[in-house]
């Protein structure tokens, strides 16, 4: 039987997610290194990944100069991005810290005002808000709050990441491959790092070293994955999926961790899912419109 595009790009899409869940759980096992000495190794690992490939496909590494601000900011807000998330995984369940970083796309709508001039439409800024509102049920704001400053970490981290996300998108339109941002990013981020480390750096044991490694490895996984998945659908149609990460992170929180998310963190998660459907049923409804 022949697999539409459409559902191998669903099937990518969940892979993807399952990859970035595992991908937190191995940095929470790798235990109380410091975050940067964990970022390092993630990032050093799709570095490695991201060169290979460019030399087995004989792509140039060759990039437009004018595109180099937009490279360096994307580098810059990806760190920061992978630094938040990771900070929230090691203090928060990981449910929690998941939801928080998947605010990135909301955070791209908005981002994509700055980067690629596109103008919001009244329903967008209405779910964005909605979203905003649902994350901080599980930020729960208040200095009484243990873990206030990890989940304010996390939500930072999922708003720098959908600022990379989409400086990426204004990249691709101006013309530079996949497989060369993600190697200019992971160089870029992994020299950010080094200083970071060497004022904080921690020995690592045989078993973190493993952990270090397989969070690089799913990490990886996960990014070609959801590459491959945007290549056989376009993010209109397949998107939704990539929440489907929030339901492996929880069971993985559960069972690895005994992560039990307490009631407003629910009803958080339940929000931001339902804002990213309507924003997902919105998007579909407005490209339909423009097909008539």
Do not use: W
């Not at 459409?6 to 969940?14: A, C, D, S, T, W």
């Not at 601000?69 to 630094?83: Q, V, Y």
């Not at 200019?184 to 493993?210: D, E, W």
């Not at 990014?223 to 491959?228: D, E, N, R, V």
Request: proline fraction near 3%; hydrophobic fraction near 55%; include cysteine.
């Amino acid at each position: 039987m022949k697999v539409s595009r459409k559902n191998l790009g669903i099937l990518f899409i969940i892979l993807s997610a399952l990859c970035f869940a595992l991908m937190n759980m191995f940095v929470r096992l790798s235990g109380d290194l410091p975050t940067a000495e964990k970022g390092f190794f993630r990032n050093f690992i799709a570095f490695i990944f991201a060169l290979v490939i460019m030399i087995k496909d004989r792509q140039s590494f060759h990039f437009h100069k004018e595109n180099l601000p937009l490279l360096i900011g994307r580098s810059l807000a990806g760190t920061l991005g992978i630094l938040g998330n990771f900070y929230a995984v090691d203090h928060l369940a990981l449910g929690d810290a998941s939801i928080l970083n998947k605010m990135s796309p909301f955070f791209a709508v908005a981002f994509s005002l700055i980067f690629l001039k596109e103008k919001l439409k009244l329903p967008q800024v209405l779910i964005l808000l909605g979203a905003f509102f649902g994350a901080m049920f599980v930020v729960k704001p208040s200095f009484a709050n243990a873990d206030f400053l990890p989940s304010l970490c996390g939500f930072a981290g999922g708003a720098a990441a959908g600022a990379a996300y989409s400086m990426v998108r204004a990249l691709g339109k101006r013309g530079e491959k996949g497989s060369f941002i993600v190697l200019f990013f992971s160089g870029v981020s992994c020299i950010a790092m080094i200083p970071l480390m060497i004022f904080n750096f921690k020995m690592f044991t045989p078993y973190q070293l493993i952990m270090l490694i397989l969070a690089g490895l799913t990490a990886a996984g996960g990014q070609f994955s959801i590459t491959a998945a945007y290549t056989y659908a376009p993010a209109r149609e397949i998107s939704i999926y990539d929440y489907s990460q929030i339901i492996f992170a929880s069971a993985l929180g559960f069972f690895v961790f005994a992560d039990i998310p307490d009631l407003f963190s629910v009803i958080g998660y339940v929000i931001i899912v339902v804002m990213a459907i309507v924003m997902f049923l919105y998007n579909n409804r407005r490209a339909f419109d423009k097909k008539e």
